[in-house]
């Protein structure tokens, strides 16, 4: 008798396999990737992952007013 491989016949697997990154994010002390279908922010053609990274890469400085 043959053996029976499962996933010899039916259908392929939909499910995607690893996650490919479309980019990195630009400010310098982050760099995390960026993959599609996340939410990114471009700031003149760079790509940076969150408004806190935008803000920081843009030189915005957080002060307190008294």
Same mark, same amino acid.
């Given at each position: 008798?043959?053996?029976?491989?499962? !996933? +010899?016949?039916?259908? %392929?697997? $939909?499910?995607?396999? +690893?996650?490919?990154?479309?980019? +990195?994010?630009?400010?310098?002390?982050?760099? $995390?990737?960026? *993959?599609?279908? &996340?939410?990114?922010?471009? *700031? *003149? @053609?760079?790509? !940076?992952? $969150?408004?806190?990274? !935008?803000?920081? %890469?843009? @030189?915005? &400085?957080?002060?307190?007013? +008294?």
């Amino acid at each position: 008798m043959t053996a029976f491989v499962r !996933l +010899e016949f039916g259908l %392929h697997d $939909s499910q995607p396999g +690893e996650p490919q990154p479309v980019g +990195e994010c630009a400010y310098d002390r982050c760099r $995390s990737l960026i *993959y599609r279908g &996340e939410p990114n922010w471009d *700031y *003149y @053609g760079e790509w !940076l992952c $969150s408004t806190v990274c !935008l803000a920081k %890469h843009a @030189g915005a &400085e957080k002060r307190y007013v +008294e």
